[in-house]
């Protein structure tokens, strides 16, 4: 690895004592704990169980849970440094800790009940169990309102009818946050988020898809024929399901984005020590200026994203509107991460090509980046909506 780390040097954000040793202790536990292994779960696609378990422990997973509910109680700006580190090196873990995070605990503490709290934040903060967001469906992506999964209303309860697609922890989760329409008439109004549990009769996991990248990650389509939901599990009041989504997925869109940041952090800081480990042509090929001025274009773009992803998580702990921030955030270090990893591995040349140097892992890991939790069409349509408002 690099000796250099692109620390916001230059620019004080006063990152407290405890945010600090976020960065070192989840950098330190990537390198320790996640690197050995990374390329063979990849290859195998194989989810990291005991590097999630590991992950709970450390308190990885609930971060900005209250400790009252057996989270950290930290802010936003240090879940973003541990997801910045922890991408550095391995995509498929962070993407199982950002949506376990900021999709489903955040939603839970902000809108979920004092009983759904007491019943399910705990064991998703601690990692006992990890949880899944459901929004998309086979017809409904980047379309969300079109939800054709239901909920009717049956007195006590909802019987829930449907399918899921793309779903992250799909098949390892406990707990998941279902979406559903309820009320077809009222369109998104009437939409409603439900808590399910895994087993429940008529809830099936569906086929784990075989991904380009985060492919440790296990990602399911879900079936749900006639599942009997508690109303006790629903989120919000009747029909708050999409603004429930909505609200969750700005701040999952902050996780997103140091996700893409630390994919771009971690290929720079590898090509940046191969450029000087590799001779061509008599010298190290640092010492090219073609090569420098591509470290040279990264480096300047990695901070630019930096600097976005923590604005937009600062804002969150301010509690100020972050909207347009975490869409910026998530737009710019996607886009980043694309193309830094594509330099990383045009500077690795062929080694760049061959999955032991780690950046064709970055390059395809990249591109989620800049589909989930909203695709980078998405991020400029929420974007251009709050220019205007
Ligand atoms: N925050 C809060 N509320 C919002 C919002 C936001 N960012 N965006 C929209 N809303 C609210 C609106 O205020 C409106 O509510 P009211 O009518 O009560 O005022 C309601 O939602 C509907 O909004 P629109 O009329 O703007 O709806 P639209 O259909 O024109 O556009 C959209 C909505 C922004 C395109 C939305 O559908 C969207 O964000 N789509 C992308 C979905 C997405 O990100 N999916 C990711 C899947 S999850 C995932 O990837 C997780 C994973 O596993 C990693």
Redesign the pocket.
């Known amino acids: 690895m690099a000796s250099s780390t692109l620390e916001l040097s230059g620019l004080n954000f006063n990152l407290t004592e405890e945010q600090q040793a976020v960065r070192e202790a989840a950098r330190d536990f990537a390198r320790t704990e996640l690197l050995p292994g990374v390329i063979e779960r990849d290859n195998a696609a194989k989810f990291p169980t005991e590097q999630v378990r590991r992950m709970g422990e450390l308190g990885f997973l609930g971060m900005m849970v209250s400790p009252d509910y057996g989270g950290g109680g930290m802010d936003t700006v240090s879940y973003v440094i541990a997801m910045e580190e922890i991408s550095k090196v391995d995509a498929s873990c962070s ?1 199982i800790m950002s ?1 376990n995070n900021s ?1 489903v605990c955040w939603g839970l503490e902000e809108f979920g009940s004092e009983q759904q709290k007491q019943k399910y934040l705990t064991r998703l903060a601690t990692g006992e169990v990890i949880g899944a ?1 459901c ?2 469906e086979p017809e409904a ?5 079109s939800q054709h999964t239901t909920a009717i209303d049956k007195g006590d309860h909802y019987l829930l009818n449907g399918t899921k697609n ?3 922890n799909g098949g390892s989760a406990g707990v998941y946050l279902v979406i559903a329409q309820t009320d077809l008439e009222k369109k ?2 009437g939409i409603n988020c439900l808590i399910v549990e895994k087993g429940q009769d008529g809830f099936a996991v569906g086929k784990k898809e075989d991904k380009m990248g985060i492919r440790a990650s296990d990602t399911h389509s879900l079936m749900f024929t006639d599942v009997k939901v508690p109303k006790e599990n629903r989120i919000g009041d009747d029909g708050f399901g ?2 429930f989504a ?2 969750t ?2 701040g ?1 869109r902050i996780g997103i984005a140091a996700q893409a940041l630390g994919i771009a952090a971690g290929a720079y800081e590898r090509a940046l020590t191969y450029s000087q480990e590799r001779q061509a042509f008599g010298k190290k090929i640092f010492d090219h200026q073609a090569i420098q001025f591509k470290l040279a274009e990264m480096a300047t773009k990695i901070e630019a994203a930096r600097l976005l992803v923590y604005k937009a998580a600062r804002l969150k702990d301010e509690h100020n509107d972050f ?1 347009q921030a975490a869409a910026m955030a998530k737009l710019f270090a996607s886009e980043v991460a694309m193309w830094a990893t594509t330099e990383a591995v045009q500077i690795h040349g062929g080694y760049g090509y061959v999955k032991e140097y780690h950046v064709e892992r970055f390059m395809r890991d990249a591109k989620i980046t800049q589909i ?3 695709t980078s069409e ?1 991020q400029k ?2 974007i251009a909506r709050e220019l205007v408002k």
């Open positions: 993407v949506v999709l967001f929004l998309s992506g980047s379309d969300a309102t793309w779903i992250t998104h109004r999409f603004k909505m609200s997925l700005n999952g909207v989930y939790e909203g998405i349509l929420v």
